[in-house]
């Protein structure tokens, strides 16, 4: 009887351990399967959660329709869009976010959000009291293009000071992807993105997306911790992308259940790769995880690249920076602008006649002193072309505005304000954001000047 009871509280406590060893094991995966999250994967998921992708679209890269909005829609975060209208700098990222506009654009120091939740905010298409889109007393500056039925909400008060920061990382990311200064992995950072790498690995390969019976239940990013843990060494990495898989899984019965039953399974590139491709991408994502990365805003050449005359260097300038997506190839213009005078974002192809040159020799002493490093304004220079003063005056204005920017002519004066305007340029050129220096806005001066046929 004795044995018998002895029998009975052996296998109590074998049951009991088991159990014991049971839910430790399920503990211990259950916490080894929490993702370990990223500053831009969390901004993703905190903006689908406050609502951002209802009105800039999933992800927030394509902008939903806005009736009465100048740009028709609400503009997207995506690099090189609208959104650098809008958006001159980091700081104002976080002004967006919090106030629905950025400090520059308020009127009397006045929050937007304060006017609109109080008695005297008013739909800014509709106010009784007559006054212009731009003359409103809704708290800022609409001389922007900013308008439309669905207005920026204020998140103020209802975001952590590390969320802010998390969605922040997160808008930069899509509207300012970053280019790697060294050029092997900038080359990689474009054949992933070919490959189709970043509609799974998140934009850049700093996102992710969800991936049912995965073991983390999505696919990590390359910057993430998570990626470590899939990836030991090179070697593995090299056998993921050719292969996708790698054999310390494939030997691995428990880690085989979710690589082969995941319900997105990594494809194999090694067939489809071209020589020198993968040490690309290699070094692009080792570039990725560094801690001391350096890159290039996406408007920034890697390099500069060595040109023959100032005009040549201008013409690299414009077409680099972006000028070219509005004022059309050459100058010409022809990039349609709601309710701007004339309709269209203003040709640049005649900036010679709008200096006051209108002989070729003019033009070309005007160049030859930009070629010298001179600038117009330069005490050394004495009356080069006739009627200087005016030439210098309109040089002047000219480079005003491309440092600037500045707002077009509207069409009419009860119409709406234009909405395409000119960006600010002054701390745009440089991926450190210094300020353009004045030889490369003669440069990009002088190219404009030969545009014109005399």
Known sequence: MLKTLQSWQTLLLIFALAILGALVTAGFLASQRQPSSTPVMRGYYLAQEMGCFACHGPGGVIGASNPGALWGATPPFKAGGPIMSFVQSDEEIREWILYGAPRRL????????????????????????????????????????????????????????????????????????????????????????????????????????????????????????????????????????????????????????????????????????????????IAYIDWLRSDDKQFFPYWIEESVPILPSVVERGKWLFHKSGCVACHGPKGVGGVPNKNAAGGFVPALDDLAEKMELFEKEDVDTIVALFEQGLSLEDPSISEPVAYFDAVLTQYLNFRKLILKGGYPRKKGKKEASPAMVMPSWKNRLYANGAPASRSDINAIIAYLLTLQEI
């Open 106 to 281: 308020w009127k009397n120091g006045n929050k937007p959000s304060e006017r609109r939740n109080g008695n005297n905010s008013r739909n800014e298409n509709n106010n009784s009291s007559g006054k212009g889109r731009d003359e409103d007393d809704s708290g800022w500056d609409n001389t922007q293009g900013v308008g439309g039925l669905i207005q920026m909400p204020a998140f103020a008060g209802l975001l952590s000071e590390n969320e802010l920061n998390d969605l922040v990382s997160y808008v930069k990311t899509i509207m300012d992807t970053p280019k790697p200064r060294p050029p092997l992995a900038e080359r990689g950072r474009r054949i992933a993105a070919d490959m189709g790498c970043f509609g799974c690995h998140g934009q850049g390969g700093r996102g992710g997306v969800s991936n049912p019976g995965s073991f983390k239940g999505y696919i990590p990013p390359w910057d993430g911790t998570d990626f470590a843990e899939l990836v030991e060494n090179e070697e593995e990495l090299r056998q993921w992308i050719l292969e996708g898989k790698v054999d310390r899984f494939e030997e691995n019965p428990l880690a085989t259940y979710f690589t082969h039953g995941q319900a997105i399974q990594m494809p194999a590139f090694e067939d489809v790769l071209q020589d020198g491709e993968l040490e690309a991408i």
